[in-house]
């Protein structure tokens, strides 16, 4: 959901094209979606924890380095390192909840997650909204320290 605030802060440091824009919330796009299967298949035979951990550490310096760049390569580097970070994390953490529910309770486990991600789909955007309008660089750096959070 940092996507939105992202494609409207690289637009306000009018140094970048709006391709150049576009190539950067691109490949942060590309990198999420190509990266899934490898995410899927990490968690599946290295760990589903050290694939969910080294998915929050590449996510990590993606949305650190954001905030304090205006460079197009390190911003394109930046989202390649949180789409894939993305890629390795999301599948991890779906197969770690179905692994320690029984299976009757799958389907209620999966339930509950989606209503507490609808709710940070919901709540999250109204809190970003006020984070940028204070200081647009601090939403990707808060955002970097809240998975840096979780890595521990």
Known sequence: MVVPFLAIYLNKLNSLSTTE???IIGVAFLCKKAGSLLGGVLSDYVHVKKTMLLGLATRIPGYLIIGFTHNFYILLLSCAFI???SSLYTPAAKSFLVR???RTENVDALETRSVFVNIGVSIGPLLGMLI????????????????FYYFF
């Open 100 to 102: 320690n529910v029984s």
């Open 132 to 147: 940028f309008k204070m200081l647009p660089s601090l939403l990707f750096s808060f955002v970097g320290l809240i998975f």
């Open 21 to 23: 824009i576009g190539n």
């Open 83 to 85: 789409g894939l970070g």
